[in-house]
């Protein structure tokens, strides 16, 4: 009998020691889940009046230079998975953060997936400091430099001008193969079915089905003190297909 209980706490112990060692890793299921909202206090930093977020700047030529010359990562084909029933895969207990200015979405953007990656991560103005943001925003290289100096685990390249497929190949595979949230730079209008417009927005991505037809998008600007978005929830979904129109719109870039 002592034999028997012996046993059945060596089977429970490891169960419960492999529960715990991949609870941040990526999880799968049919149904979409929303990201767990972190409320950071709005800072008292210079701020510009505006009703919806203008952070995500522009890349520069050197930017685009620069990104052409950095070694490709391997990436899982835009076609892989067409031929089943579409699931979810999430990165597991994934935190999105309001952005603490209504420029901040950028750094806002990489305290979450520095959380995901790490485990902890610096105040929002910290990170501004660091990925050299202003009150007109932030470049995407900047925020690239920054967190590959922050961890080890991904080494994040960037991609611009990237078309359709690229662009879900590029997301999906941050996600499913390197277990680490993608940044993507956008512009949208409310007409076209977006909570609100922007000219220029970062937002993570932790989440994608597996025929790449949707993405989760964490969006810091829901929980901005200022959106007048307060009743909506910080992260959704979003169809590949609107995700790419925003991102081509505007030359901003996605890092992955």
Sequence with gaps: MKRFFSLLLTVAMFFSINTVAYASEVASGDEFVEATPIYVDVETRLMKTSTSPAG???????????????????????NEGLTRAA??????????????????CGPASVQAA???????TPTQ?????????TTSGTYLS??????????????????????????????????????????????????????????GHFM??????????????????????????????WSYSKSA?????AYSSVNIGLMY
Excluded: H
């Design 56 to 78: 995500a700047l522009p890349a520069t030529t050197a930017d685009i230079e620069a990104s052409n010359n950095m070694e490709d990562k391997i990436v899982v084909s835009a």
């Design 87 to 104: 699931t979810w895969t999430y990165l597991s207990n994934y935190l999105v953060y309001n952005q603490t200015t209504s420029y901040n």
């Design 114 to 120: 520095l959380k995901y990656i790490n485990g902890n």
């Design 125 to 133: 103005a910290k990170i501004a400091e660091g990925c050299k943001t």
């Design 142 to 199: 900047n925020m690239l430099t920054y967190i590959n100096g922050q961890q080890s685990a991904n080494k994040y390249v960037s991609k611009y001008n990237a078309n359709s497929d690229t662009m879900k190949s590029c997301l999906y595979s941050g996600i499913v193969t390197y277990n680490a949230a993608p940044v993507i730079g956008m512009a949208f209008s409310s007409n076209d079915g977006w909570l609100y417009s922007s000219g």
């Design 204 to 233: 993570s991505v932790y989440g994608a089905t597996s025929d790449k037809s949707k993405f989760a998008l964490a969006d810091p600007w829901i929980g901005y003190s200022g959106s007048g978005l307060n009743n909506n929830s």
């Design 241 to 245: 297909t609107d995700i790419y129109n």
